[in-house]
Nanobody
Framework: QPRLVESGGGLVQPGGSLRLSCVASGITLDSYVIGWFRQAPGKEREGVSCISSKGINSRHVDSVKGRFTISRDHAENAVYLQMNSLKPEDSGVYYC??????????????????????WGQGTQVTVSS
């Protein structure tokens, strides 16, 4: 059974950094578009970042450009979201998701251009002083 597990969330002060991990089992992430999404209380889920299958491209929503970086670790079958210069408005539950795309496929984040097949359970990020 395919499974995605997020980790790395926590409480951080404004201006701080966190690195979220999305580790897969049962699937090989290289053939998947991977997206990171977040949902704050009372708000709709929004796409934050994505990375294409086969490493063609990555995208970030405007509000995190220059602060967040998404990357793959093929050996670990994982995708990471490095978040720097965090702001209170970055708080929320962060989810990773995977869309099966064995052919090289670019990704877009807002709106997403793929339907995601698998989702993780989420990890809480709280940015507060």
């Amino acid at each position: 059974q395919p499974r995605l597990v997020e980790s790395g969330g926590g409480l951080v002060q404004p201006g701080g950094s966190l690195r979220l991990s999305c580790v897969a089992s049962g699937i090989t992430l290289d053939s998947y578009v991977i997206g990171w999404f977040r949902q704050a209380p009372g708000k709709e889920r929004e796409g934050v970042s994505c990375i294409s299958s086969k490493g063609i491209n990555s995208r970030h929503v405007d509000s995190v450009k220059g602060r967040f970086t998404i990357s793959r670790d093929h050996a670990e079958n994982a995708v990471y979201l490095q978040m720097n210069s965090l702001k209170p408005e970055d708080s929320g539950v962060y989810y990773c998701a995977a869309a099966w795309k064995p052919r090289p496929t670019i990704c877009t984040v807002a709106p997403p251009n793929v339907i995601y097949d698998y989702w993780g359970q989420g990890t809480q990020v709280t940015v507060s002083s």
